[in-house]
């Protein structure tokens, strides 16, 4: 995907091809061979040289998974290279002024001020595992017949349900209170803030200007058993019914409600999903360097 001719540019933005147009496909080509490279230099190559990535790139995201499997270092070192490649090719637009990278924005001054509410949840923690399927929730008995069915299929490959059982075996593994997370893309339909929530994790939400989007996000949370956190401009004292997000000039700012600028007409919805993803990324590193609790 490329920038529309004559979109003005003015935040976090894509970079620049060498045909003056900001690709996506041309950036997605290069962290993807960057994320490649420390691992598989032949397949990073073949990424750099895929002649069509909109239609060839699943070959190599598989390449991805694939060199992952290796082992915990390789996982590891795909994603520090993978993020850290997004990072530094990502720019921002400013008005008047020439463009510069992520690291600029760390020294911008704040355009506004804002404070979070809480959005207390209202039921009870889940008390076991369950997965949603065509409109029932599978536990105990129908979920294990339902993982024998998928393995049987093909759909899933047998460590994939042998996983899922052991989670099931073990409920208490499952509670969250206390857990924070933040969910970039909180509205996905196949995120994870309906489980998190349902088992009474503490998460920070962004996403997207949409009413309808933020209705649902808010009565998930008010139905859960967990926090769900929204950031407002300070002296609101209650989130509006639809929240939403808007990109103040420094790509920093959240607000309600109107139109969002983060992504030029015709843009698909994932392009400002990145930039919002990209704006975050000095606190992922952040997060990255710090101490991990065992995991279970």
Known sequence: MSALPGEPADGVVFPLSVDGRR??????????????????????????????????YLAHFRRLVEAGLASNAAALSIAQAGLGSLHDRMRVAWPAAAETGLAAL???????RFATVSVPGTGQPESGLSLPHHGEQLRD??????????????????????AVREVAAHPEWLPLPGQTVVALGAGAEVGPVTPLLAWGARVAAIDLPSPQLWERVLGLARRGAGTLLVPVRQGAEQPPPAMTIRRLPAGRALTWPGRSPMRPAGWPAWTARLSLATMSMPTARRMWRCPRRPTR
């Not at 490279?37 to 990535?53: D, F, K, L, T």
């Not at 760390?106 to 506004?112: E, H, W």
């Open 23 to 56: 690709s996506t496909s041309a950036l997605g080509r290069a962290v993807v061979a960057d994320a490649l490279r420390p691992v598989e230099p032949a397949s990073a190559a073949g990424a750099e040289q895929e002649p069509n990535w909109r239609s060839g």
């Open 141 to 162: 008995g129908s979920l294990a017949r339902q993982l024998d069915s998928w393995v049987t299929a093909g759909i899933i490959e047998p460590s994939c349900a042998d």
């Open 106 to 112: 760390q020294s911008v001054p704040a355009q506004a």
